[in-house]
């Protein structure tokens, strides 16, 4: 087995940090129940350590980083950055233009 590069590393552990932190209000016995998974298993899934001292959540976290994906929660709305580039800079065109002219002065 080989080292994984450092960009990888990182990133696997904020998917690592991302998924335990969804858990902590879920319990692991609801989380068993929605995804057809024993808990005892759930449970090895999440604390067991392997040969290469990760668990199996580590493990696919890492695998999610080399693949580029993230773990974010299902209300987040994805937005390619080119595009919320140009709506920032549409929305400061219209600000500026639009905006009211301030009473109280240089502040």
């Not at 609801?30 to 298993?41: D, F, K, N, V, Y």
């Amino acid at each position: 087995m080989t080292d994984m590069t450092q960009p990888v590393q990182a990133a696997a552990q904020r998917i690592t940090t991302a998924m335990f932190k969804a858990m902590r209000d879920t319990p692991q016995v609801r989380i068993a129940e929605l995804t057809g998974i024993s808990t005892s298993a759930l449970s090895r899934m999440l604390n067991d350590k392997g040969d290469d001292d990760r668990t199996q959540l580590e493990r696919f976290a890492a695998v999610l980083a080399a693949l580029d994906q993230r773990v974010v929660p299902a209300r987040h709305v994805a937005v390619d950055p080119d595009e919320l580039k140009a709506l920032r800079l549409l929305a400061a065109q219209r600000c500026l233009e639009g905006a009211p002219q301030s009473q109280m002065g240089d502040l």
